[in-house]
């Protein structure tokens, strides 16, 4: 009952053929550094950005109260915590995991005045273009107000890409927002994060965007009665 016995039952509904030990390597490998890193690293500056920013902290913990009663989320209550998932996509925004993103030409091509030869490997910065001042107001300020329904539809389409944009979008999108949406409401429903480590905390490439010291925090019961 794990992934991996689930793989191995897989067949080609035409040909009747089990997964192949490539293709099994693949999709665990893609799993492991697509799926949890990057998880993984969003969770950490949410934790981060909720604990020195309590505004944004008391306003999510009254809708996962408002929503749960205390009770664990499931994926029928996501639709109801439209502010949590605001928050999630600010923290994804300003910190997104997956801080470039790699393309090869498949044509000669010029962009402002540059040269794109075909076969040459392009790069675009999701980090960059997210606080790009053209596309978004306040680029560095944390503000998850920005991403509900009448900012969001002002946006150029690719203005925010955590996940790229176009027929290569990242498979693992949809997955993702549930995930996280649905570890965050658990985590809030009974406790709180508090900073330990220092307040500034930097930014640092790797495969994926980390704190560049990590982030220490304190585990905390709730009052949810008080809403923190």
């Not at 492991?32 to 690293?41: D, N, Q, R, Y």
């Not at 009770?71 to 998932?85: F, G, V």
């Not at 949406?181 to 220092?198: E, F, H």
């Amino acid at each position: 009952d794990d992934l991996l016995a689930a793989l191995l039952c897989l067949s080609n509904a035409e040909s009747g053929q089990s997964i192949d030990r490539r293709q099994l390597r693949d999709e665990l490998l893609t799993l492991f550094l697509a799926g949890s890193e990057t998880t993984a690293s969003t969770l950490t500056w949410l934790w981060y950005l909720l604990a020195t920013h309590p505004e944004v902290e008391q306003r999510i913990c009254c809708e996962v109260d408002d929503v749960l009663g205390g009770r664990t989320p499931t994926e029928a209550d996501l639709s109801r915590l439209e502010y949590t998932k605001c928050v999630i996509e600010e923290v994804m925004r300003l910190y997104p995991p997956v801080w470039a993103i790699a393309r090869d030409a498949v044509e000669d091509d010029e962009i402002s005045g540059y040269c794109i030869p075909k076969d040459s490997m392009v790069f675009s910065s999701p980090y960059l273009v997210h606080r790009h001042p053209e596309f978004w107001v306040e680029p560095t300020k944390f503000n998850p107000e920005r991403f509900s329904s009448p900012q969001s539809m002002d946006r150029p389409r690719c203005a925010y890409i955590p996940f790229g944009c176009g027929p290569r979008t990242c498979i693992g999108l949809h997955l993702a927002l549930i995930e996280i949406q649905l570890v965050v409401a658990t985590v809030l429903s009974r406790y709180r994060l508090k900073l330990v480590s220092p307040s500034q905390v930097e930014p640092f490439i790797k495969s994926i965007l980390w704190p560049r010291t990590g982030v220490m925090m304190g585990l905390l019961p709730r009052c949810v009665s008080s809403g923190l």
